[in-house]
């Protein structure tokens, strides 16, 4: 039986949930969904230009889940703005 997931802090939160790609429709786009989780892991390394060890410290999880997080995060976000996927936050 795998063990139940700790609970994650998350202090910042997004002012849009939602980024699209300009000049075309919502329904003709795919979405790549970044859960609030991997929007906290991008705002506190890459924004607040934290370690990750301090990063995973302030959401209260180890540094192995934290650098699983932030890998699946930045996988997403490329994946987006290669592709031309909407960003939705959730």
Request: hydrophobic share 35%.
């Amino acid at each position: 039986m795998p063990r139940p997931c700790k609970r994650r802090r998350v202090r910042g939160r997004p002012n849009s949930s939602y980024f699209k790609p300009a000049g075309k429709r919502i329904s003709e786009l795919k979405e790549s969904i970044l859960t609030i989780e991997e929007f906290e892991a991008i705002r506190l390394n890459d924004l607040l230009n934290l370690e990750q060890n301090k990063c995973a410290e302030k959401m209260e999880i180890s540094q192995p889940t934290f650098h699983r997080l932030i890998s699946s995060a930045h996988y997403k976000i490329a994946d987006a703005i290669i592709n031309g996927k909407a960003i939705k936050i959730k």
